[in-house]
């Protein structure tokens, strides 16, 4: 485990048009199909909803724990970044999107901010180094795993959500 490593980025090239995906992976109440700990998703305020400022609350599930985190969108541009930062100011995750040969590259990236650190740190104490590795890696496996189901999803019939269980 790379307990030093406060950020990430992978990518993976999808048979989808910019837009499409992107209208994919800013559709929040979409992340339970492909995130390996966020659930389920729900917009705070629907008016605002996709917009940069807009807030959405994320429920999340590992084994033995579950838990809420409202999250602030900080980058919402159709066809190129879609982006927030959990509490506003904890983690940055975000997803970018680049023309590629058959499609469009899809970039997830992650980001523990120093404010993250900070809260860490305080709520936790002698144990935050733990936490924060166990955070990291937990965002270090999930991406893959996201990036691979939302590609299938993306180059499936089930792209507009048609197929959801």
Not at 36 to 50: L, M, N
Not at 61 to 81: C, D, H, K, M, N
Not at 113 to 132: C, R, T
Request: charged share 25%; proline share 4%.
């Amino acid at each position: 485990m790379k307990t030093n490593t406060r950020q990430h980025q992978e990518s993976v090239t999808v048979q989808a048009s910019a837009d499409a995906l992107y209208d994919l992976v800013s559709d929040i109440t979409r992340t339970g199909e492909w995130s390996p700990v966020c659930t389920s998703c729900w917009w705070d305020d629907k008016a605002s909803a996709g917009q940069p400022g807009a807030w959405f609350t994320g429920h999340n599930e590992i084994p033995g724990r579950t838990w809420e985190t409202r999250s602030l969108v900080v980058a919402a541009e159709r066809g190129r970044e879609f982006a927030w930062v959990v509490g506003g100011r904890f983690v940055r995750w975000g997803f970018t999107l680049t023309p590629a040969d058959n499609g469009t590259r899809l970039t997830e990236s992650w980001e523990f901010l120093p404010e993250g650190i900070a809260m860490f740190e305080e709520k936790y104490g002698d144990n935050a180094s733990v936490q924060i590795a166990e955070r990291t890696q937990q965002a270090l496996d999930g991406i893959p795993k996201t990036l691979a189901a939302i590609k299938r999803i993306a180059e499936s019939a089930d792209a507009n959500g048609d197929g959801r269980a």
